[in-house]
């Protein structure tokens, strides 16, 4: 079998950069903007008469939005640290259903539980603790898990802030999170929430020299793989030029259980330079795409193999990526992020969603 390969196809242009996407009702596409706004985009099929319709608005960065197919509902969250429940079959004026101030500071990531009946959101501020410059420790819960049926809060797990990615396993038993630190803890929600494994590598932070004395880089994309059994981890390698983003566009493959081993990692001869912000699997679990923020190399989005680690396909998309989603037949990969923004007081759209057809 030829390994995949990603031929480009149709590409949409939104008022600013994408930092999430997630497939709704009808496998109508939603992405959630650093505009604020949430929007119901038009892909292959014309529903909309315009490219894109804004459904809901946040006061600060929309930095994801999910969709629960069995409670109805898209959620979307912000750097306002609100959630918003939103039907997107509603009128207009009736489309938010449901808010809840999940957080006093920003939601970095959120995901649903496979099930739908979960999200899950991350928080903290990167705030000097010492004179190591060690983070500070947190001012609330960084990890928060609410039920989408009645927006309660089900689970509030401590972590050292800020905490940028989190992962529900695919049983839905699990729920793990990554911070600036390279640390991932890990637990189990059937249990209560309790702990159940804590991973720490040093090689997704780093401790700027140039322009800056602070800590940068962090985990900003976890992925379980298929079998749940091991944890994938994506984002830059260290740096001592904070301002620069010039750290390893790295992956690495976690066991979680046993004393968390590491299992595997991106080759040096197969990456460049750059932050990677997203991890996304292939439905037939054999293998995955990285993607990011290219400063040095050939390649923002590529593929690997599942079971050998090895690059199968690469290339520069030509703008930042912040989401990544393939469709439930595989046959197509959504691409979101932004191009160059140029002149912030110019009306341009430089948000970009490309299509991808995955051929092999």
């Not at 429940?85 to 004026?93: G, M, Q, R, S, T």
């Not at 603790?129 to 039920?147: C, I, L, Q, R």
Request: glycine fraction near 12%.
């Amino acid at each position: 079998m030829n390994p995949p390969t990603l031929k480009k196809g149709k590409e949409i242009k939104l008022p600013s950069h994408v930092h999430d996407l997630t497939f709704g009702p009808d496998n109508r596409l939603y992405a959630a903007c650093l505009d604020g706004g949430i929007y119901e985009v038009s892909t292959v099929t014309k529903i909309l008469s315009k490219p894109y319709e804004e459904i809901a608005r946040h006061e600060n960065f929309a930095s994801g939005v999910n969709w629960s197919a069995s409670q109805k509902t898209l959620i979307s969250a912000s750097y306002d640290g609100d959630l918003k429940w939103i039907d997107p079959k509603a009128e207009k004026e009736k489309k938010e259903t449901r808010s809840v101030k999940a957080h006093n500071f920003w939601s970095w990531q959120s995901r649903l539980s496979p099930d739908g009946t979960l999200v899950a959101t991350t928080t903290g501020q990167y705030l000097c603790g010492g004179y190591k410059y060690e983070p500070a420790p947190e001012t609330e819960p960084s990890v928060k898990v609410f039920d989408v049926a009645t927006g309660e809060l089900r689970h509030s797990f401590p972590h050292t802030p800020p905490v940028q990615s989190v992962a529900f396993s695919h049983n839905g038993k699990l729920l793990a999170a990554g911070n600036l630190m390279g640390e991932v803890i890990l637990w189990d929600l059937e249990q209560g929430g309790q702990e159940i494994a804590r991973i720490k590598t040093p090689d997704f932070t780093g401790w700027g020299i140039i322009k800056g004395h602070y800590y940068t880089g962090g985990i900003f994309a976890l992925h379980f793989a298929p079998d749940d059994q091991s944890l994938y981890l994506a984002g830059m390698g260290s740096t001592r030029d904070p301002a620069a983003g010039n750290g390893k566009q790295l992956w690495q493959k976690f066991t979680w259980q046993g004393g968390s081993k590491k299992e595997a990692a991106a080759a040096n001869g197969e990456i460049g330079e750059g932050l990677m912000e997203t991890l996304a699997f292939h439905p037939s679990g054999n293998f995955f795409l990285m993607a990011g923020r290219i400063f040095k190399g050939d390649w923002n989005a590529a593929l690997f193999d599942h079971e050998t680690g090895d690059r199968l396909h690469h290339q520069n998309v030509g703008f930042r990526i912040s989401a990544s989603a393939f469709t439930p037949d595989g046959n197509f990969l959504y691409l979101g992020g932004g191009a160059n923004q140029g002149n912030p007081n110019e009306e341009k759209k430089w948000g970009r969603i490309v299509i991808y057809e995955v051929t092999s």
